[in-house]
């Protein structure tokens, strides 16, 4: 099946630091997304990539969709206290469900 | 807006106990799915289903049944509980990329 790599597994950063996570794959990805789950939550979406090379913003969040289409990477930019949470990559092969990275738990100290 | 709602949000159950995760759609989404959740291994695909009448297995169906009789509802059934899903159990449904999970079911087998 395919296996998603995702590193880091925890960041503890201070509030104001840019953050940076990846993911890669053994298999290429027709789509790349990028998740967040808050405490006792289901994730939510936060980024979809579509297209090799892709790189899409959403606020102070920037995902790329990379060349080869077997990683991709989330961009957090001045982290804030409510930016706390695990962080999940998932990508989706042709014609099959989303499968998901071991996600990034991230700390934001105030 | 309801979106997915996932019954019950805690359930303890004994070795060999019989059980059904209710999950339910109000969004007229035909695709929808199970997954468990773990710590260190972020989401694993169970079951899915890509519309009424229709299902099929994701990457650890062993142990789990699914039914999709209609397009809201997808109840997810342990037939014989055993300690190794002691997990989070999420529901989502997907519209094109993106999928709506559930807030989760907190899963105890003792």
């Known amino acids: 099946g395919q296996q998603l790599n995702q590193s880091p597994q925890s960041m503890f950063i201070q509030e104001g630091e840019d953050v940076s996570m990846n993911c890669t794959s053994s298999?290429?990805?027709?789509?790349w997304l990028w998740y967040k789950q808050d405490p006792g939550e289901g994730p939510v979406l936060l980024i979809a990539l579509y297209k090799a090379g892709e790189l899409t913003s959403n606020g102070r969040l920037t995902a790329q969709f990379g060349i080869t289409r077997k990683d991709s990477f989330l961009n957090i930019s001045a982290s804030i206290p409510s930016d706390v949470g695990i962080y999940f990559c998932?990508?989706?092969?042709?014609?099959?469900?989303?499968?998901f990275g071991a996600g990034t738990r991230l700390t934001v100290k105030p | 807006n309801a979106g997915v709602t996932q019954t019950p949000k805690f359930q303890v159950l004994k070795t060999g106990q019989s059980m059904t995760l209710q999950c339910a759609q109000d969004m007229n989404h035909e695709y929808m799915s199970w997954y468990r959740q773990d710590p260190g291994m972020g989401l694993r695909l169970i079951h899915y289903?890509?519309?009424?009448?229709?299902?099929d297995q994701g990457e650890v169906p062993n142990g789990y049944n699914v039914s999709r009789s209609t397009t809201e509802d997808f109840p997810l059934r342990l037939l014989s509980a055993a300690p190794s899903q002691t997990s989070v159990y999420f529901c989502?449904?997907?519209?094109?990329?993106?999928?709506?999970f559930g807030q989760g079911t907190r899963l105890t087998v003792v």
């Open positions: 998932a990508g989706q092969p042709y014609d099959n469900d989303m499968r």
């Open positions: 989502a449904s997907r519209y094109g990329t993106e999928a709506f």
């Open positions: 298999s290429i990805f027709n789509t």
């Open positions: 289903s890509v519309g009424a009448g229709i299902t």
